[in-house]
């Protein structure tokens, strides 16, 4: 005590040593909702492998072109121009001619690449950047049908046919392309006179197959329909695809060590070795979310279509670009999912515009919903940055899914009732007790996920997150010049 001062009571920190503290369990900050775990339907895998059938497709659909601008030879690989399906059908020998004579443009913002109704007779793959394709409409104003970005391509067929070309097509963002001109082609075919009739009669049979094809690319089902008598009925079949993708379970396993005496002595109020399990539970679950979207092998991130794809307009994730994305999975669409900053912009966006998204509640969180499909929140949505001390701003993607086995949609794989089961696909095993009297617990979580048909899945890329608006400031009323209320 201090001098002078006289002792009436016994003192709180001295009488604090009488009293029991009140304790909570361990927290830890890299818990999250999970909501993909909750919202995606699971399918019991009893083999450990998930076959999804599918029906065949006759015609090879356009892929994205990796191509290498810096590249000291040809930044092309004829195996990248096999991704066109207009070229699908071309030999070796006449892809390696093609990309020989590719070149390495650089264009600047704003510049018009083709025009409608010129004839131009170039093809087009873009390295970086943007651009957008335009078309008359019936009222004589240019129209965006399109908006391409890295890795895809246009003007193939101008090429390899006469005639004006139907759409113009301009640089959103400094672009960096390679070309191949009409002529290019022309010298690349004139080298063997053979080559040039292997390439027409190639491009014919491309042709020919299109016209036999729905707009998926399967095979028409013959069928008559009408009034009219005597009219002969069509025979068909429905194919198969001969090597339909296999789905094996992935595994996250770790091993838990708890020492005998720590669960023996200290387990009140709570059971140390609980705690340890529930723990590391916590974080194979954050794991698996992760791998449900970026593993390379089943994630959604990289199981999208590339005709699925499309790339947000102005950088910010608008309503129109969310529209764009319903467009393309129009059947039965169940939840967007994008990371909390994409969520974030895109309500600015919506406040911007003046129309407020509204907000439900979604396993017992709040979540809002645009034309009444919620976008669920999930960090595991990578966002891209050019600062690594900062990766809350940048680029992300934003994902639509139809769910369900019953809509052809996206269901996750996992198979319940394995031996030592703790959850569904979940296990844990004692592995025994070493010399020091340590306790080892095998955990595993067995999952997958599988997209059953392409339409499933879409994508809205280069999403920025960091862009904001600045508001007009207005006075509150009654205090205009000085005026006071």
Avoid at 67 to 95: E, K, T, W, Y
Avoid at 141 to 153: H, K, N, P, Q, V
Avoid at 338 to 360: N, Y
Avoid at 470 to 482: H, I, K, S
Wanted: glycine share 8%.
């Amino acid at each position: 005590m201090s001098e002078g001062i006289l002792q009436r009571s016994v003192t709180t920190s001295v009488a604090a040593n009488l009293a029991s503290t009140t304790k909570t369990s361990p927290k830890m900050m890299s818990i999250t909702p999970r909501l993909l775990l909750a919202a995606l339907p699971w399918v019991q895998v009893d083999g450990g492998i998930y076959r999804v059938n599918r029906t065949k497709i006759e015609l090879r659909k356009a892929e994205r072109i990796e191509i290498d601008p810096a590249a000291n030879g040809s930044p092309l690989s004829p195996a990248a121009l096999r991704g066109v399906p207009l070229f699908a059908q071309l030999s070796d020998a006449v892809l390696a001619r093609m990309a020989e004579r590719s070149r390495v443009e650089r264009v600047s913002l704003g510049n018009k690449l083709v025009s409608e109704g010129a004839e131009l007779g170039k093809f087009f793959i873009i390295g970086q950047g943007q651009v957008e394709v335009l078309s008359k409409g019936v009222h004589g104003s240019d129209l965006r049908i399109a908006l391409l970005t890295e890795g895809e391509f246009f003007g193939e067929t101008d090429i390899v046919a006469d005639g004006p070309s139907e759409v113009t097509v301009r640089t959103l963002t400094p672009c960096v392309l390679v070309t191949l001109s009409r002529k290019d082609l022309d010298e690349a075919l004139d080298a063997e006179p053979s080559v040039r009739g292997i390439f027409r009669a190639a491009i014919d049979e491309h042709l020919q197959l299109r016209s036999t094809l729905n707009r998926y690319g399967e095979r028409n089902i013959d069928l008559v329909s009408g009034f009219a008598e005597n009219v002969e009925i069509p025979e068909t079949f429905v194919d198969y695809a001969a090597t339909p993708r296999e789905y094996p379970l992935s595994a996250v396993q770790t091993v838990v060590r708890v020492h005998t005496r720590v669960s023996d002595l200290y387990n009140g109020p709570f059971d140390q070795l609980e705690e340890q399990m529930r723990l590391t539970i916590e974080g194979i679950k954050e794991r698996q979310e992760w791998e449900l979207i970026n593993s390379k092998k089943f994630g959604l991130a990289h199981s999208v279509d590339p005709a699925m794809r499309i790339s947000t307009r102005y950088g910010a994730p608008t309503p129109d670009d969310l529209d764009e994305l319903l467009a393309l999975v129009w059947k039965r669409p169940a939840f967007f999912l994008a990371h909390p900053k994409a969520i974030a912009a895109f309500e600015r966006e919506c406040t911007w515009r003046g129309v407020p998204p509204v907000t439900t509640e979604l396993f017992g969180q709040p979540v809002i919903m645009w034309r009444g499909v919620p976008l669920i929140p999930c960090d595991k949505l990578e966002v891209k940055s050019r600062y690594h001390s900062n990766q809350w701003y940048g680029t992300t993607s934003i994902l639509l899914l139809r769910t369900g086995e019953a809509d052809q949609g996206v269901v996750g794989l996992h198979q319940a009732g394995i031996p030592g089961e703790i959850g569904p696909s979940l296990s844990a095993r004692l592995m025994g007790l070493d010399s020091l009297g340590v306790a080892s617990y095998l955990l595993t979580l067995y999952f997958s996920c599988a997209v059953l048909t392409d339409d499933a899945l879409a994508m809205l890329e280069n999403v920025e997150v960091g862009y904001y608006h600045d508001y007009t400031m207005r006075e509150p009323q009654g205090f205009e010049n000085g005026s006071g209320i």
